[in-house]
């Protein structure tokens, strides 16, 4: 690829141009923007880091392209658009398509682009691809990404402005006071995000984090194998019993109940959910968890809750509860994060139900359509092409728990057959199709996944109802907020099987090492996430309806008088403190601009040549004085003193102020400089020319030669 060659603009060495501090700040604003990109997860991350590798090349190698490199970057255009609109057909993450399709026009831009236009293009680019990574992102730190941003592109938008009027190479303008336009974006910024009235949801509203593997309407075997090295948080929970007492981790928090198995892959039935209301905060029986969960909402409308939930209470009826046949709860979709409270009973394996007015309140809706769905046998269905050693083996193992032997019996005898196997997150090939063969009868070593399906289809293959589960086990205490971070890597799949009139969590899964607890500074890390994603999304009409609502009652509480002074005070000191802001960004007052005494020079050029005298073209200004004074005498000596002056202030590095009243003296000099006398031209012969001023003898004769303009 051929291109014209051109100096990078970044480089160093030398006063920097105006040319080269624009593309310096506009490089820092395509930094931000792809670091939001790189915090909006691992596939956005890829993008962000290779957009960043050609953005960075770009800018230090390319230059204006020739023909041969233009007509190669029409492909590639051409390419990058029919591949996206191909990936839009192909790829769940439709927004995560755009941004690599914004990516990739960023780094275009940093190869072939180098005029002021072209960095505004740029300045565009690197806003779309803020937005978007806000939409696929809730990620704490991109409130300092904005910050950033809001300080960085006006200044960048300001000398892409300046520098279509300045030359070429030409020093970087001043900006003085207008420094602080950056700063005040920033604090119109946060002043609109605290008047402006907002809502939950509203246009992109269930378009943002890519939904959890393995809480979809259908799941394949090996779902949650993807999500066992993530670190991304999905939700914190403050889980205490009956007597305010925190429950410490590992935690069962179940999710969503596959209710279909046909080989492969598990599936939910599409029951309609039954619109639930607050139910009653208190279960009304002798132990109970309460637990205050903060849930990332990006499991479509999952929502998380430890098992045997009895209530649920969304905070300030910000969405609608629902629940369908296998006790899955819903919450919505178009919320960024979904606050609520829940109510559970859990127990002991053996232990009998509880029972309570209030929890036979709440299973008496459930109950009816249940055994509706019981008697269905959609619990106990099996795909016809299952692998009939799979049948065979729940045989034997039913035997095993001996004659007369009930559900739990048989469940446990399944239970303890794989208790041997293997976890690994890794398991063979199929077995002619079928996954759970190879898991039961070759490899015997998988994942979560496998050892709840075996369980579940062994239960079935015995007669008992049995669904499997996916959800969320572990956790991690935060021990300065109290609460407990449950992320993609806890995710989990477990049973729950009907034995003795109820639904029991069975787990075959073999027991693993808990991970190691995070540092001191991850600790506090996810202290700070949570205040952030507070603040970001917590902060909503109704919280500025209340702040607003407080404000007045304190104010109506206070004399007339007292709170007319406290506004003017308030009036006074924000006006003091915009002023004295303002002058401290703006820095010093600035002094004479560069290149005045370049400027006075060029003023007394002027005198000179209006008084007749015009300097030789394409000297630098002192041989240009040098030879005006040898042509014209001590009378435009002046005009010597200045360039002398120029290259003190341009080269020295002397300060204009102190060399100004010098030129000043030598422009009123100069400006007394008499006009040059006329000289008749008779004959071919040249003569000196008369000096001004009374230069030494008269003058010679000779022809008479006329003063040039």
Same mark, same amino acid.
């Given at each position: 690829m051929s291109a014209v060659a051109t100096p990078s603009p970044l480089h160093r060495g030398g006063p920097l141009s105006a040319d080269q501090v624009r593309r310096r700040v506009v490089a820092g604003v395509g930094g931000l923007a792809l670091g939001a990109l790189a915090l909006s997860g691992e596939s956005s991350a890829l993008i962000a880091f290779v957009a960043a590798i050609g953005w960075a090349v770009g800018l230090l190698r390319g230059g204006a392209p020739g023909p041969d490199a233009l007509h190669l970057w029409r492909i590639a255009n051409t390419s990058a658009l029919v591949m996206a609109i191909i990936a839009v057909f192909l790829v769940s993450s439709r927004l995560a398509v755009g941004a690599a399709l914004v990516s990739y026009l960023l780094v275009h831009r940093a190869w072939t682009g180098r005029s002021p236009t072209d960095d505004r293009v740029s300045l565009l680019l690197a806003t779309l691809l803020?937005?978007?990574?806000? +939409?696929?992102? #809730?990620? $704490? *730190?991109?409130?300092?990404?904005?910050?950033?941003?809001?300080?960085? *592109?006006?200044?960048?938008?300001? #000398?892409?402005?300046?520098?279509?009027?300045l030359p070429p190479r030409a020093a970087a303008p001043r900006l003085g006071a207008l420094w602080a336009v950056g700063p005040a974006v920033v604090a119109l910024g946060a002043a609109l995000f605290i008047v402006l009235p907002r809502v939950q949801g509203g246009v992109g509203a269930g378009l943002g984090p890519e939904a959890l593997p393995g809480f979809q309407d259908r799941v394949q075997l090996g779902d949650h194998a993807m999500s066992r090295f993530n670190p991304d948080e999905v939700l914190r929970a403050t889980i205490t019993d009956q007597d305010g007492a925190p429950v410490l981790p590992p935690i069962y928090m179940r999710g969503v109940a596959m209710d279909t198995f046909d080989g492969t892959g598990w599936q939910r039935e599409p029951f309609n959910p039954q619109r639930l209301n607050a139910w009653p905060a208190e279960p009304g029986t002798p132990r109970w968890w309460r637990s205050e969960v903060s849930q990332v909402n990006h499991t479509n409308d999952v929502l998380f809750a430890p098992p045997e939930v009895h209530a649920v209470r969304p905070e300030g009826e910000s969405f609608r509860l629902r629940m369908d046949m296998s006790r899955n709860l819903r919450g919505a979709a178009a919320i960024g994060v979904l606050r609520y409270t829940t109510w559970s009973v859990p127990y002991a394996p053996?232990? $009998? $139900? *509880?029972?309570?007015? *209030? +929890? @036979?309140q709440r299973e008496a809706g459930l109950a009816r359509l249940e055994a509706a769905v019981l008697k269905s046998q959609l619990w106990t269905e099996l795909p016809e092409d299952l692998d009939p050693e799979i049948s065979a083996l729940a045989i034997t193992l039913a035997e095993q728990a001996g004659p007369g032997a009930g559900p739990a019996q048989r469940a446990a005898a399944v239970v303890n057959h794989l208790s041997v196997f293997t976890y690994t997150l890794d398991p063979q090939p199929e077995h002619a199709g079928q996954p759970l063969s190879a898991f039961l009868f070759e490899s015997q070593a998988g994942h979560c996944e496998y050892f709840a399906t075996a369980l579940a289809v062994l239960l079935r293959a015995q007669g008992t109802p049995a669904r499997l589960v996916n959800g969320l086990y572990g956790?991690? @205490?935060? $021990?300065y907020g109290g609460f407990v971070v449950f992320r993609q890597q806890d995710a989990h799949s477990w049973v729950e099987a009907w034995i003795d009139g109820r639904w029991v969590l069975l787990d075959a899964t073999p027991a693993l090492d808990g991970g190691a607890s995070r540092g001191l500074l991850a600790q506090l890390s996810d202290l700070f996430i949570g205040g952030t994603r507070s603040l970001m999304l917590d902060f909503d009409l109704s919280a500025q309806l209340g702040g607003l609502s407080r404000l007045a009652e304190a104010l109506r509480g206070q004399s007339g008088a007292l709170r007319g002074l406290a506004a003017v005070a308030l009036v006074i000191g924000l006006w003091v403190g915009v002023r004295r802001a303002l002058r401290a960004l703006a820095g010093p007052a600035p002094g004479p601009a560069p290149g005045q005494l370049a400027r006075r020079y060029a003023e007394g050029l002027a005198l000179a040549a209006a008084r007749g005298w015009t300097a030789p073209v394409g000297l630098p200004p002192l041989r240009q004085a040098e030879a005006l004074v040898a042509e014209a005498g001590p009378a435009l000596s002046p005009l010597s003193a200045l360039a002398w002056l120029a290259y003190r202030e341009t080269y020295g590095g002397e300060p204009a102020s102190a060399l100004l009243p010098e030129a000043a003296a030598a422009i009123t000099a100069l400006r007394a400089l008499p006009k040059r006398p006329r000289v008749l031209v008779e004959g071919a012969g040249a003569a000196p020319l008369a000096r001004a001023g009374g230069g030494s003898g008269a003058q010679a004769e000779g022809p008479e030669i006329r003063p040039r303009g």
């Open positions: 803020l937005l978007l990574s806000c +939409i696929l992102s #809730l990620h $704490p *730190a991109l409130m300092l990404v904005f910050a950033g941003f809001g300080l960085l *592109a006006p200044h960048a938008l300001m #000398l892409c402005l300046l520098s279509e009027h053996g232990e $009998p $139900p *509880a029972d309570s007015k *209030a +929890i @036979r956790g991690e @205490r935060n $021990p």
